[in-house]
């Protein structure tokens, strides 16, 4: 119906929007990305996208921020999780990670759960551990986009690195099931279940919380 076809219409826009910002980031510097998430970021706040990008991902930035702030860094962890796959070298070596050994030991022992925030790293994970890991085996769970085509894309993005990615609907079986063959588990540790129904209250290092069954 016209519904449907006014959601496809803008659900290829912002795929077009999107891959066209990737491209850009094909030929411009990684030294660009604070200058143009500086730019991008001003811009989101005044748009009106800002109630559905910002309510759902920034809110977590805004304690500590202003929403321009707020913006200007989620637009920077976009910005950065669009790289072309031949920076993914460098961007492994300009991460500070401290404790990296610490968990590669742990992983390599297997059955272990990664958990990490929503904004930044949670991009960044899967390509930081994989190429350290050999073939070992990660398991990342995530929850599909609404917009279709934008959800296709970025998963073949996400996989480059050789992790395995599974919905969020029904994942707690098949993470039980990883974890008892030794592959690494990464989840989002601050995102609310798809539905409230299949949620699972648990006790996560010491706060309450919910997990999708």
Known sequence: GRGQGMAFRRHFLQLCIVRGISSWLHVLPLAAVSPLSYILGRLLRVSRFRSCLM???AQTLRKPLSQTAACVQLMHAALLSLQPAWRD???REATSAPHLGELLSDARDGGVIVVSAHIGPWELL???LLPRLGAHELLVVYRPLHNRLLDRWLLR???RAGAQFIRDRGSAEKLLQALRRGKLVCLLSDQRPSRAARAVAATFLGRETLFDS
Do not use: D, K, V
């Open 157 to 159: 993005r996400r996989g």
């Open 89 to 91: 070298a460098h961007l």
């Open 126 to 128: 899967p390509n930081l």
């Open 55 to 57: 309510q759902s991902n």
